[in-house]
């Protein structure tokens, strides 16, 4: 039932957005079962300075996954400060969402941003302690 004040559910946006999830998933359970045999030959034959290495791209590639999403709050965030409206026109939803004017929605986009700062700054951990722990490793 359609509500004035409610932006309604997009049931096949809903169903593109877990297809979309699905397929990323079982992409990365078949990246990750299909470099098993080879991260533990390189754990169990290979150089500390190799094994550092992949430790290393592997953190930087953990770390930018977060840092995407959080750009995406941010955008989301910048349309609801112009709009002064959540969720922003022309946004699809994947469940009823009520709408949100002025000072609601401008309290939605804070949470928004504030959780997006916190992503960010975890990737950025992530990133930074792809090149200084293996400096760190190295000197034990």
Do not use: C, H
């Amino acid at each position: 039932m359609y509500q004035p004040d409610m932006v309604p559910a997009d049931p096949q946006y809903r169903r593109q957005v877990l297809i979309l999830l699905l397929i990323i998933a079982l992409g990365l359970g078949f990246l990750l079962y299909s470099l098993q045999p080879y991260l533990q030959a390189n754990i169990d034959t290979g150089t500390p300075e190799q094994t550092l290495q992949l430790l290393k791209w592997m953190l930087i590639a953990l770390g930018i996954v977060p840092l995407g999403f959080a750009i995406y709050m941010l955008v989301i965030a910048i349309k609801v400060y112009r709009q002064g409206i959540f969720p922003p026109e022309g946004t699809k939803v994947l469940r009823d969402t009520p709408i949100l004017f002025d000072q609601d929605a401008r309290r939605r986009a804070n949470i928004l941003v504030v959780l997006a700062a916190l992503l960010m700054f975890m990737s950025d951990l992530l990133i930074l302690m792809a090149f200084y722990l293996p400096r760190l490793l190295t000197r034990l």
